[in-house]
Every structure is written in structure tokens, then in C-alpha cells.
């Protein structure tokens, strides 16, 4: 209805924008004087500002529930890839034998720096093998000289295979989160000595006599 009004009153506007200038070139009398034009294009201009006052709330409001929508699927999408633990279960079988390569890459890498004398990597050297399985988690191998570290260092070392298992999964170009970490399973042979604990995110540790 707006819009028809307004193709009227556009029309009106030119139709009596002509009479009054070709009046004027002839030097007629015309009962159009310039005033009803202007008023003519006054009201055009009014309609005109009223239409884009009543659209552009509906056209926002449309915007915004677009983008909200669109930042919810992303919010939702993104937030179940940065789970480490659902990004290593969700692997390819080729993705899996190359993460599971890295990370005994990794570990001959930081148990040679801890030879070197780093001792940043110490921890590396109660550990005797790692690989992911997707129905256990992380498992983590420890020497025999493991079960004499006290609760705290055994949460070391633990935590310091998390981190060689973070690092790798960045090298596959996986997204996730700093601070996520895979449940973890410790072994010592064939015997499980310790898990993260999922209350914990899988930062903490409970130990078992060994």
C-alpha cells in the first residue's frame, strides 16, 4: 500500500512539475504555481522516509538473526572439534599410525635432549613407550623406575606425555583446545598403574599401588 502511494504521489510530483515549467517557458498563467510543487515533492519525501522507517527495523532485525544463527553453528561446530579427545576417536586409520608415529618420534627426541642435559625433559626418561588407542585413550608405558616417584612426580611425568600428545595432534592440524587433554591410561608392563580422571578434565591423576 506504502508503495503504491508512493509511485502516485511520484508521479503527481512530475506531471505538476511539467505543467508549472511549461508554463514558465511560454509565459502562461497557470493555476500550478511552484508551490504546489514543492508541496507535491514534499510529500513524496515523506512517504519515502516513512517506507525506509518501517523496513529497515524488519531488514536489522533479519540481519542480526542471521548472524546470531550463523555464530550458533559455528559456537556449536567448533566446540566439538576442539574436544581432544572426540578429535583423536574421529582419526582416519592413516591419521592414527601417523599421530601414533609421532609421538614415539617425539619421545626419542626429548629422551636424547634429557641425555643432553636438558632437564626440561627429564620426564621423558619414565617413559618407555606412548600411542593412542580409540577405545582406551592415551596409553602411556613407564619404566620400571617409575613406581618409586612420589604421587606428585608420577602426575609429572604423566602429564608431561599429555603434552607430547597435544603437540602432535597440532602437527596433524587439528583444532583444539590448550588446555584439553586425551584420557590417559598408565601402564607399567602390562599392569594399569594410574588414569586421568574425567572429573578433571583429564588433568589430574589417580594412582593405584603398583
Known sequence: MLNTLIGLSFMVSLVLLFIWYSSRRHQKTSRITGRYVLYSFGVLAAL???SSAVSSPSTSDSSKETASSSVTSSSSS??????????LQNLSTKELKTYNS???????EEQQWASDGKTKYNASLYVDNMKYDSNRGLLVYVTDEFPSLSKNDKTTVAKHAQNMANAQVVILGKNVETESSPSTNVYKGTKKIGRSTMLSNDTEFKWFKS
Do not use: A, H, T
Open 102 to 108: 609421532g609421538l614415539i618420534d617425539s619421545l626419542s
Open 78 to 87: 567448533s566446540s566439538s572439534e576442539k574436544d581432544e579427545n572426540n578429535v
Open 48 to 50: 519515502l522516509f516513512i
